[in-house]
Protein backbone atom coordinates (compact mmCIF):
# COMPACT_ATOMS: atom_id res chain seq x y z
CA UNK A 1 0.00 0.00 0.00
CA UNK A 2 1.40 3.67 -1.05
CA UNK A 3 2.26 5.81 1.79
CA UNK A 4 -0.58 9.00 2.18
CA UNK A 5 2.62 11.34 2.07
CA UNK A 6 5.60 10.97 0.03
CA UNK A 7 8.16 10.87 3.09
CA UNK A 8 10.91 9.95 0.35
CA UNK A 9 13.71 12.65 1.04
CA UNK A 10 12.70 11.98 4.68
CA UNK A 11 13.72 8.11 3.86
CA UNK A 12 16.68 8.74 2.39
CA UNK A 13 18.21 10.89 5.18
CA UNK A 14 18.05 8.55 7.44
CA UNK A 15 19.78 6.09 4.84
CA UNK A 16 22.61 8.41 4.56
CA UNK A 17 22.86 8.66 8.50
CA UNK A 18 23.05 5.06 8.99
CA UNK A 19 25.74 4.64 5.96
CA UNK A 20 27.54 7.25 7.49
CA UNK A 21 27.31 5.47 11.20
CA UNK A 22 29.03 2.49 9.42
CA UNK A 23 31.82 4.55 7.98
CA UNK A 24 32.55 6.20 10.97
CA UNK A 25 32.80 3.59 13.31
CA UNK A 26 34.62 1.88 10.66
CA UNK A 27 37.09 4.99 10.11
CA UNK A 28 37.32 4.92 14.89
CA UNK A 29 38.37 1.33 14.56
CA UNK A 30 41.14 2.10 11.58
CA UNK A 31 42.22 5.85 13.30
CA UNK A 32 44.64 4.52 15.64
CA UNK A 33 45.72 5.80 19.33
CA UNK A 34 44.04 9.00 19.23
CA UNK A 35 39.93 8.57 17.50
CA UNK A 36 39.69 12.85 17.46
CA UNK A 37 41.83 12.63 14.27
CA UNK A 38 38.34 10.90 12.73
CA UNK A 39 36.51 13.64 14.28
CA UNK A 40 38.44 16.20 12.42
CA UNK A 41 37.97 14.72 9.18
CA UNK A 42 35.62 16.11 5.82
CA UNK A 43 32.93 13.04 6.56
CA UNK A 44 32.43 14.10 10.40
CA UNK A 45 31.78 17.74 9.15
CA UNK A 46 28.97 16.53 6.48
CA UNK A 47 27.78 14.38 9.18
CA UNK A 48 27.43 16.86 11.67
CA UNK A 49 25.79 19.79 8.80
CA UNK A 50 23.84 17.14 7.82
CA UNK A 51 21.98 15.93 11.02
CA UNK A 52 21.79 19.30 12.22
CA UNK A 53 19.78 20.61 9.57
CA UNK A 54 17.76 17.44 9.55
CA UNK A 55 17.17 17.23 13.20
CA UNK A 56 16.54 21.24 13.14
CA UNK A 57 14.24 20.81 10.44
CA UNK A 58 12.00 18.53 12.63
CA UNK A 59 12.46 20.43 15.85
CA UNK A 60 11.13 23.47 14.34
CA UNK A 61 8.32 22.30 11.52
CA UNK A 62 7.23 18.61 11.70
CA UNK A 63 6.93 17.97 15.55
CA UNK A 64 4.71 21.46 16.65
CA UNK A 65 2.29 20.15 13.49
CA UNK A 66 2.35 16.76 14.82
CA UNK A 67 1.84 17.73 18.27
CA UNK A 68 -1.49 20.21 17.33
CA UNK A 69 -2.56 16.95 14.93
CA UNK A 70 -2.04 14.76 18.01
CA UNK A 71 -4.32 16.89 20.55
CA UNK A 72 -6.40 14.69 22.98
CA UNK A 73 -4.46 11.27 22.13
CA UNK A 74 -2.30 10.78 24.99
CA UNK A 75 -0.73 7.79 24.17
CA UNK A 76 0.07 8.88 20.78
CA UNK A 77 1.93 12.34 22.48
CA UNK A 78 4.31 10.35 24.91
CA UNK A 79 5.61 8.66 21.65
CA UNK A 80 6.52 12.09 20.17
CA UNK A 81 7.59 13.09 23.16
CA UNK A 82 10.10 10.52 23.61
CA UNK A 83 11.37 11.43 20.00
CA UNK A 84 12.12 14.84 21.27
CA UNK A 85 13.66 13.71 24.14
CA UNK A 86 16.36 11.43 21.82
CA UNK A 87 17.04 14.69 20.01
CA UNK A 88 17.95 16.68 23.05
CA UNK A 89 20.26 14.01 23.73
CA UNK A 90 22.12 13.40 20.74
CA UNK A 91 22.34 17.58 20.55
CA UNK A 92 24.06 17.42 23.63
CA UNK A 93 26.20 14.22 22.82
CA UNK A 94 27.25 15.91 19.73
CA UNK A 95 27.74 19.65 21.74
CA UNK A 96 30.00 17.58 24.08
CA UNK A 97 32.08 15.93 21.81
CA UNK A 98 32.93 19.28 19.73
CA UNK A 99 33.98 19.88 23.63
CA UNK A 100 36.54 17.31 23.74
CA UNK A 101 37.83 17.94 20.74
CA UNK A 102 38.38 21.81 21.45
CA UNK A 103 40.10 20.26 25.18
CA UNK A 104 43.28 18.74 24.45
CA UNK A 105 43.07 17.49 28.25
CA UNK A 106 40.27 15.13 27.36
CA UNK A 107 41.16 11.91 27.45
CA UNK A 108 41.38 9.62 24.44
CA UNK A 109 38.82 6.66 26.00
CA UNK A 110 36.71 9.48 26.44
CA UNK A 111 36.54 10.62 22.79
CA UNK A 112 36.22 7.29 22.42
CA UNK A 113 33.13 6.47 24.63
CA UNK A 114 31.42 9.41 23.39
CA UNK A 115 31.80 8.49 19.64
CA UNK A 116 30.29 4.99 20.37
CA UNK A 117 27.37 6.72 22.26
CA UNK A 118 26.96 8.47 19.24
CA UNK A 119 26.90 5.37 16.48
CA UNK A 120 24.50 3.25 19.26
CA UNK A 121 22.73 6.13 19.96
CA UNK A 122 21.67 7.40 16.42
CA UNK A 123 21.14 3.93 15.21
CA UNK A 124 18.04 3.09 18.01
CA UNK A 125 17.18 6.77 17.13
CA UNK A 126 16.68 6.57 13.47
CA UNK A 127 14.75 3.04 13.60
CA UNK A 128 12.50 4.22 17.08
CA UNK A 129 11.53 7.49 14.77
CA UNK A 130 10.87 4.98 11.89
CA UNK A 131 8.69 2.61 13.62
CA UNK A 132 6.89 5.11 16.40
CA UNK A 133 6.23 8.27 14.97
CA UNK A 134 6.47 7.96 11.01
CA UNK A 135 3.21 6.13 11.27
CA UNK A 136 1.48 8.71 13.20
CA UNK A 137 2.90 11.07 10.45
CA UNK A 138 1.15 9.53 8.27
CA UNK A 139 -2.12 9.03 9.83
CA UNK A 140 -2.60 12.49 11.37
CA UNK A 141 -0.97 14.88 9.51
CA UNK A 142 -2.48 16.89 7.12
CA UNK A 143 -0.64 17.23 3.34
CA UNK A 144 -0.65 21.02 4.10
CA UNK A 145 1.34 20.44 7.25
CA UNK A 146 4.05 17.98 5.63
CA UNK A 147 4.75 20.22 2.97
CA UNK A 148 5.37 23.29 5.07
CA UNK A 149 7.93 20.92 6.68
CA UNK A 150 9.31 19.68 3.71
CA UNK A 151 9.68 23.61 2.67
CA UNK A 152 11.49 24.37 5.96
CA UNK A 153 13.78 21.03 5.52
CA UNK A 154 14.91 22.10 2.06
CA UNK A 155 15.75 25.76 3.11
CA UNK A 156 18.11 24.12 6.33
CA UNK A 157 19.53 21.85 3.26
CA UNK A 158 20.37 24.77 0.66
CA UNK A 159 22.86 26.63 2.44
CA UNK A 160 24.72 23.57 1.88
CA UNK A 161 23.63 22.08 -0.80
CA UNK A 162 26.47 21.33 -2.95
CA UNK A 163 27.94 19.38 -0.42
CA UNK A 164 24.28 17.67 1.38
CA UNK A 165 22.64 16.63 -2.03
CA UNK A 166 25.36 14.14 -3.88
CA UNK A 167 26.35 13.09 0.26
CA UNK A 168 22.60 12.23 0.64
CA UNK A 169 22.59 10.21 -2.39
CA UNK A 170 26.03 8.22 -2.60
CA UNK A 171 24.55 4.84 -2.98
CA UNK A 172 21.08 5.51 -3.54
CA UNK A 173 18.64 4.29 -6.24
CA UNK A 174 18.33 6.06 -9.56
CA UNK A 175 14.12 6.40 -8.60
CA UNK A 176 14.87 7.83 -5.28
CA UNK A 177 17.89 10.57 -6.02
CA UNK A 178 15.55 11.46 -8.95
CA UNK A 179 12.81 12.45 -6.14
CA UNK A 180 14.74 14.31 -4.20
CA UNK A 181 16.21 16.22 -6.34
CA UNK A 182 13.34 16.89 -7.68
CA UNK A 183 11.77 18.02 -4.01
CA UNK A 184 15.68 19.78 -3.22
CA UNK A 185 16.69 21.00 -5.75
CA UNK A 186 15.41 23.96 -8.81
CA UNK A 187 15.45 22.43 -12.51
CA UNK A 188 17.48 25.09 -12.83
CA UNK A 189 20.60 23.45 -10.96
CA UNK A 190 20.15 20.35 -11.54
CA UNK A 191 23.29 20.58 -14.26
CA UNK A 192 25.06 22.47 -11.62
CA UNK A 193 24.68 19.46 -9.32
CA UNK A 194 25.75 16.44 -12.03
CA UNK A 195 28.75 19.11 -13.73
CA UNK A 196 30.01 20.18 -10.22
CA UNK A 197 28.73 18.89 -7.26
CA UNK A 198 28.83 15.50 -8.16
CA UNK A 199 32.38 15.02 -8.88
CA UNK A 200 33.38 17.22 -6.20
CA UNK A 201 32.09 15.05 -3.61
CA UNK A 202 32.94 12.06 -5.53
CA UNK A 203 37.10 13.89 -5.48
CA UNK A 204 36.88 13.46 -1.49
CA UNK A 205 37.94 11.11 0.73
CA UNK A 206 36.20 12.30 3.76
CA UNK A 207 36.92 9.84 6.40
CA UNK A 208 41.30 9.91 6.19
CA UNK A 209 41.77 13.24 4.93
CA UNK A 210 40.62 16.75 5.94
CA UNK A 211 39.50 18.07 2.62
CA UNK A 212 38.06 21.66 1.82
CA UNK A 213 34.34 21.62 1.03
CA UNK A 214 33.63 24.56 -0.94
CA UNK A 215 31.92 24.25 -4.23
CA UNK A 216 30.84 26.56 -5.86
CA UNK A 217 27.19 26.76 -5.67
CA UNK A 218 26.03 27.82 -9.06
Known amino acids: MRDRLDMTVTYAMHDALRRELRLLARATTRAGPDPRNVLRTAGWQLFRTALHAHHSAEDDALWPSLRQALHGHPLSLTRLEAIEAEHAVLARLLQ ?73 LDGAAEGTAAAVLAQLLPESAHRTYADRWLPAYAALDPWDTWADLTVTRF
Open 96 to 168: TIDQALADPDVGLDLCGELTDSLVTGLRGHLRHEEEAVFPLVQSVLSEEQWEHFGRVHARRVEADAAQILPWI
